[in-house]
């Protein structure tokens, strides 16, 4: 029987980067990976697959409409969508293997099988029919998440897909019908769409993008809408009818009242993920849920059982790779007797669409809520030098910052490149910065992101080139 320091069950983000963690702090560990290969939801399924074909249609896209009017003609592109498909693959092998190498890199044994939690200091690990138990100082528990489901509607991932189905799907679908208008919806109906798919979404609230800032979400949609999309806000798929050629979905208004029946040749759902705790035995082994279903933690990310902790989709909080990330190291440093600690305040997010979206901190709504007196300070691309000149100029930058002491409470972008130019609000909100302190930071001209200067100038009522 093997014994480690700590056994990490699961290799997403938060599992992988939590094993090189405490590799590197002298700890012997194993990770568990009860699929084919490593690297969890965000390499295989989620955000690797989705950008590289965010990244192949943006181009099939430009070439279509912005190439000539820069003088560059060239015939009108045609789509091959296996090559794109097989090009999406390289780029999830390139990744997978980079975690391969990490794993030997730092002498983390990758056990392949499904892990189950047989109490403190023991995990089974089930492959083929065969079993084996692990002793462990530690256990971190990072399976992640998994698709929600809405009741009554089966999902084949043919024609009613999944975000994995939208990602292999082997045609273009002539309509394209998306439940939730989620960071899923948005990014993979934006994939679609630009291949040539109408896309529909249909979304229960009254906004899109429920979470970002109000009017960052309102002139997203907009924009959506002005490249083609069509949204139905305020109402729900309840049923979809598999049984023609094409699917007919029942769209009820959420308020309730008369129903209506949209077509297409693929739904999409994708209305949230859910947290992925099946065959880890936490019951039996005494690892307590909360009430959504997700591994209850202390702010030391302890479960309920001692020697057993959990991070990233599977416990609380936002549903994405880099705060993963940084709980597993976090955790790892806690293991090994540091201090670690994560920011919940300072996690950025982004829709990876064009234009992009970027956001960190508070919205306008939740200084609202909270009853905070704030300052806001906006700038539009197209007042940016380098925007005009590059003929992109959807979107600007929104600063809100606390109207007495004038620090940054959050920091809203919508356009090109914005999930880069986020990155300097963190840095400035990590070290408590204020406005000024990013006003007064030269920045290289021309770039976008002298939008970020002068919207923290426009905090201060100073901006330049306004
Ligand atoms: P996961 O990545 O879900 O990994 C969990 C791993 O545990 C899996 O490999 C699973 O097989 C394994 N596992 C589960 N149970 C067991 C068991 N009992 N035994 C052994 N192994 C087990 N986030 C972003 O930040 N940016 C993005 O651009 C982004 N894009 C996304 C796009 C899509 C389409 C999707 C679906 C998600 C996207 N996300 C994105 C979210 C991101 O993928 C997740 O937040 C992230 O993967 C969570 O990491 P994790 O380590 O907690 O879990
Ligand atoms: P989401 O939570 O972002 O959006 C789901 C949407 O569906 C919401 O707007 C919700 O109001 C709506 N909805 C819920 N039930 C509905 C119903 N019955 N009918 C109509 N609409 C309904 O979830 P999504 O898009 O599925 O993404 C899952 C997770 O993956 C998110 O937590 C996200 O953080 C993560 N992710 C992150 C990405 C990124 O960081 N770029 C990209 C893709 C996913």
């Known amino acids: 029987m093997a014994t480690y320091d700590l056994v990490v069950i699961g290799t997403g983000p938060g599992g992988y980067v939590c094993a090189v963690r405490a590799a590197q702090l002298g700890m012997k560990v194993a990770v568990v990976e009860k699929n084919a290969t490593l690297g969890g939801t965000c390499l295989n399924v989620g955000c690797m697959p989705s950008k590289a074909l965010l990244h192949a249609s943006e181009m099939f896209e430009e070439v279509g409409h912005s190439f000539a009017k820069m003088g560059v003609s060239v015939s009108a592109p045609k789509l091959d969508l296996p090559a794109m498909m097989n090009f999406k693959q390289q780029g999830i092998d390139g990744n997978v293997k980079g975690v391969e190498f990490l794993m030997k890199k730092n002498k983390v044994d990758v056990l392949k099988g499904t892990g189950k939690v047989l109490g403190t200091g023991k995990v089974e690990v089930s492959a083929d029919g065969k079993s084996q138990v692990v002793e462990t100082k530690n256990i971190v528990i990072a399976t992640g998440s998994d698709i929600a489901r809405l009741k009554g509607i089966e999902i084949d991932e043919k024609r009613i897909v999944s975000s994995?189905?939208?990602?292999?799907?082997?045609?273009?679908p002539g309509k394209l019908l998306i439940v939730g208008a989620g960071v899923?919806?948005?990014e993979l109906g934006?994939?679609?769409h630009r291949l040539g798919a109408e896309v529909v979404v249909v979304e229960f609230l009254d906004r899109i993008l429920p979470g970002m800032d109000g009017e960052i979400a309102k002139q997203f949609q907009r924009i959506l809408e002005k490249q083609g999309f069509a949204f139905k806000l305020g109402a729900k798929v309840t049923g979809v009818d598999t049984s023609g050629k094409t699917l007919k979905a029942t769209v009820e208004p959420a308020a309730g009242g008369?129903?209506?029946t949209i077509e297409a040749d693929v739904v999409l759902v994708c209305i949230g993920r859910v947290p992925y705790t099946e065959a880890l035995g936490l019951k039996e082994?005494?690892?307590a849920l909360d009430p959504r279903g997700r591994v209850q933690i202390d702010p030391h990310f302890a479960t309920s059982l001692k020697g057993v902790y959990a991070i990233g989709d599977v416990v609380a909080g936002p549903m994405l790779a880099h705060k993963a990330e940084d709980e597993g190291v976090a955790v790892a440093e806690i293991i090994a007797g540091q201090a670690g600690h994560v920011n919940y305040d300072v996690i950025p997010g982004v829709v990876y669409t064009t234009p992009e979206v970027s956001s960190v901190g508070k919205t306008e709504e939740e200084l609202k809520q909270a009853g905070t007196a704030y300052?806001?300070?906006?700038f539009p691309f197209t007042a940016n030098g380098r925007s005009k000149v590059n003929q992109t100029t959807d979107g600007f930058v929104k600063i809100l910052a606390d109207a007495k002491t004038d620090r940054v409470l959050g920091?809203?972008?919508i356009g090109r490149e914005a999930g880069e130019m986020i990155h300097e609000a963190c840095v400035l909100m990590e070290f408590g910065g204020s406005a000024e302190d990013l006003a007064r930071t030269c920045h290289a001209h021309p770039t976008r992101s002298e939008a970020v200067k002068e919207a923290a100038l426009a905090v201060g009522k100073r901006a330049i080139h306004m």
């Open 375 to 378: 300052t806001v300070g906006k």
């Open 285 to 287: 082994a005494g690892v």
């Open 411 to 413: 920091v809203h972008i």
């Open 184 to 186: 899923i919806g948005l």
């Open 258 to 260: 008369a129903a209506e």
């Open 164 to 172: 994995t189905g939208a990602l292999s799907l082997d045609k273009v």
């Open 190 to 192: 934006s994939v679609w």
